[in-house]
Structures are given as C-alpha cells and as structure tokens.
C-alpha cells in the first residue's frame, strides 16, 4: 500500500483495479488493510463501499489510529445509499445552501461513536452549523451568485438584533428585501421555518429573534406568502387580512389584485347526492351579480370548493372592475382525510393511488356535477362555455379530465400540478386549450406544470404558461385566473 501514497491518477487507477481482483484482500490486516480501505474509499464508487468498511473494521482492530473514522464513513454511506439512516452521523450533505445531516439512527450512542474516533452528535452538529453560517456568509458577499439549478440560497450577514427591530418597525413587516435578498424575522426563542415557499429553519439572531435570509432569483418579481412554523409543525402566527400580514411582493411583481368582502354575487354551499360517491358531497356554487339561468355565461367546474372563499373574494371583484368576464364557479368539496384510509383527496384526484376510488370520482365529477348544474343552475353545456380548473392534486386532476374528456371542456386551466404528462399522450385538435400557472418556488410542482408546456409545445397544442416567482401558494392562484378566463373567454 505504500506505493499508493504520491501515485498518479493512472497509477491510483491500476492500483485499484489490482485490489479489487486480489483474492487475498479479505484476509488483510493492519496497516495493508488501512492502506487498501483509504485507496478504495478514495475511488467515490459505492460498491467498493463494503470492502472499504470491512478492511478499515479490521485495522481498527488491530489499533490503527484513523481506520475507525473510515469504518464510520463507509457505514453511514451504505446505509443511506441502501434507504436507512446513517448509523454514525457523518455523513453531511449540502441541501438550498444548508450543510445538513440525512437521518441518524437515535439507537447510536456517542460512545459508540468515540469508540471509532467520531465526534459526538452535539460536535458533529456544531461543525455542520459552522460550516453553513461559514458559506452563507460568503454567498453575501457575492451579490447575484447562486448554486447552479437552484432559485434560492441562504445568504448570512450577522444581522443586530437591534438593527432587524428597527427594520421591522420601519417597513412595518416582518420581511422586506435588500437588492435580491430577502429576509424574514420571526419573534421565537427557537427555530421556525418559512413555509410553505422556503421550508428551511431560521438561524437565532439574539433577543428572542429568528431570522431567515437568502438571495432569490427574480425577486423583485416574486409574491410570498409565509408562515412561521416551529419545528414541532404548528403555525406560530394567527394571521389577519392585510396587505403585510404574512406576504412579500415585490416591486416589479404582478399587482394586487382587489378583493370583495362581501361580495358583490354570491357564494352558496350545496350539497349534491351522488350515486357514483354513495354520499351527498358538497359543491360551492360562485354565482356573479346578475347572473340568471340559461344567460350563458361560462361555467367552470373546479376542486377543493371547500377552499374556494379567497378565490371568489379576488375573482368577484375582477368580475366587478373589467378585468375579466362573469363566470359561475361551481366546486365540489374535496374528500377528507381518512385515518385509515389516509388521503383519499389525491385518491380521488390522480390515478394510480386506488383506482376505485379515482373511477368513482371521475363519475361524480364528469356525469353528476354538471347534470345538477345544468339543471338546478342553468349554466351551459356547450363545450365552448364550459371550463375545468383545479389547483396542486386538482391541477393534475383538471389535466387528465383534459386528456380523457377533451369533448367535454373548450379550456382547462392546470396550476402547479405535480404530475408530468405522458409523453406518449395522443393531443388532438379536439382537446381543450390549457391554460398553464406554475411558480418557480414550488420544485416538483413547478417542474410538472413546466413539463405539461413543453409537451403542449412538442405537439403543437394550444396553451398559455404563466410563471410567477411563489411558492406553493393559492395567492398566485386566484390572481392568475381572472386573466386567464379573461383570455378564455374576454
């Protein structure tokens, strides 16, 4: 092994190439075993990862000073690499700027791990903070720079507490941005996070403040509502309405939309007996001013109707200032959670969870949603005049009703859905058009939506994407849809 030490890439090459086909590396012990441990540790390839923790184990017992850190390496990466916690905590990753720790089996104890030469959990994670603040604080100071694929970053800039209370008090907000980095202040004697946009916990800035920093792209067009979250999940603020209760806008984002309250039409619950369902599912009905059965004005049938109140607030008062065209909303209610059958919302929304469940759904939501609309509303059932719509699992369910319905609906508006297309979807002149909203804080979902445009693109369909900088966020939600039934229907 000594020939290891100062040999050349192609020699480090040959040399474990020869290791791995030596019959006798099993048997060796000592400082060979340490040696070949080190080399194959060194080549980065995961099956050398067992004979790395197998020879540096055996050095270790035979007293060689620095093997069992390398038996505790190799541990933690084959354990992770195979789906369990790390056993030993050394493994760190870097996560939206963070070093971070993937999941460390508790059963472990520190003397367990001095026994190899680790570090305690506590200095282990020590390390890992002084590593992070370390970065951050370098990122500050490279305005504009972010990890490449990533829209965001943790930038640090030791903040005074007093400093960040008179911020506060001046902006009259507890986030406000500096060039493009934005920064949250949390009054919390522990770490909370930013959700549902920035899941990541804020750092103690003293005097009872946590504060969450980081540079965004095309933040000066970005809407962010926020939630302070402790770690232990449950919301720390009770939120009011208003324009700085809990929502950045930036100074070239989209503008805020007015909302009605109370409105100027009407939002009615129903319920609707359903033999497809085997129960009566209530359906929020959202008729504008004046409207009057068999008028034609369109209908859109949309999900999660027991979500839709901020939605008629922003969309009546669109309705109300021109910005787009009287439309009656009719949204059925979505399943609750079921503690045994769990989420039975994204059963009934996307395939592949219960199929049942999902076919059931589609029977409802297809055959005797509008059947009862049309009949007790009088709203339309031309095609032309009729709209799918959901949001998240809603927006995949609006996508597939597309595809497998595309005579029932002249438009569908898809947002943030987290479900991709098929790429091997037939997409005729008959299907509807799409209409697209996703924004470029929501990863997968983000993704998904993005992904659905490409292949509207690919087969020459008609469709319209807008991108907004936000979260997982109905905010950029309900702004967006007055456009879009304006360019549906305007």
Known sequence: MATAEGASDSEQFDLLHELREHDQLDNADGQVAFGAARLLAASGDPSDLPSVARLSLQAHRDGIEGAGLIHAEASDKIALYTGRPQLYGTVMLEHQGDIVQPPVDKRISDQERAELGVPSMEELQRRMATLSRRLAVDRAAQPGWLPEGQRFCRVWTNPEPAVLRARMASEGTTAWADGDAITFVAESASPVTVTPAFPIETWDAGDGLQVLSLRVERLDEAVITYTFTPTDGMPSMNFRRGSHDGRFRGVNAPPELASNDPLLGTSVEHAVDSDALGERRKVTVYRPLGHAAGDNTPVIYATDGN??????????????????????????????????????????????????????????????????????????????????????????????????????????????????????????????????????????????TEAWAGYLMLVDAPYHFTERVAGHDLVQWAEELPHAINRAWG
Do not use: K
């Not at 439309?327 to 592949?352: K, M, Q, T």
């Open 307 to 448: 979500m839709f109140a901020p939605y008629a607030r922003r969309l009546d008062a669109a309705i109300e200032a021109g910005i787009c065209p009287p439309v009656v909303i009719v949204a059925a209610h979505s399943a609750s959670f079921d503690p045994i059958r769990g989420n039975l919302r994204a059963a009934e929304y996307l395939p592949g969870f219960d199929e049942q469940v999902y076919t059931a759904h589609q029977q409802f939501f297809m055959n005797e949603l509008p059947a009862w609309a049309e009949a007790e509303l009088g709203v339309p059932s031309a095609p032309t005049r009729r709209g799918i719509w959901g949001c998240s699992d809603g927006g995949g369910h609006a996508a597939m009703a597309a595809r497998l319905f595309p005579e029932r609906f002249g438009h569908a508006f898809v947002y943030s859905t987290g479900m991709p297309p098929d790429m091997t979807y037939e997409w005729t002149d008959e299907h509807p058009f799409m209409h697209l909203c996703a924004g470029t804080l929501e990863g997968p979902f983000h993704q998904a």
